[in-house]
């Protein structure tokens, strides 16, 4: 199982971004899915969580109603939609997998990928 997250860059507060997580090893269908972040000094934090069947989601406080996560089955792939970003979304971003979404959710994912730095300026 790997994950090789991408789309990071250097956004305006304001902008939007678009992070991807491709996977290799597994199907993506079959697996809960995870993004988590990591700003220097800070500890790593829950951005969002979905279910392998999408029937549970997740969104911590700050990425509720501006950051969606989604499946492309047929490129194996999932993605972190972020709108109206602001500067403390700056960090380090992660995507996880895990066969249950409890693992997720806890941010013990058995499945890590490596991060993609997220910067947005003020």
């Known amino acids: 199982v790997q994950l090789q997250a991408s789309g990071g860059g250097l956004v305006q507060s304001g902008g939007s971004l678009r992070l991807s997580c491709a996977a290799s090893?597994?199907?993506?269908?079959?697996?809960?899915i995870g993004w988590f972040r990591q700003a220097p000094g800070l500890v790593r934090e829950r951005v969002g969580c979905?279910?392998?069947?999408?029937?549970?989601?997740y969104y911590g406080v700050s990425a509720k109603g501006r950051f969606s996560i989604s499946r492309d089955n047929a490129k194996n792939a999932a993605y972190l939609q972020m709108n109206s970003l602001k500067t403390e979304d700056t960090g380090l971003y992660y995507c996880?997998?895990?066969?249950?979404?409890?693992?997720?959710?806890?941010?013990?994912?058995?499945?890590w990928g490596q991060g993609t730095q997220v910067t947005v300026s003020s």
């Open positions: 090893g597994f199907r993506v269908d079959t697996y809960a």
């Open positions: 979905i279910s392998a069947n999408d029937s549970s989601t």
């Open positions: 996880a997998a895990d066969f249950k979404y409890s693992g997720i959710v806890a941010g013990s994912a058995a499945n």
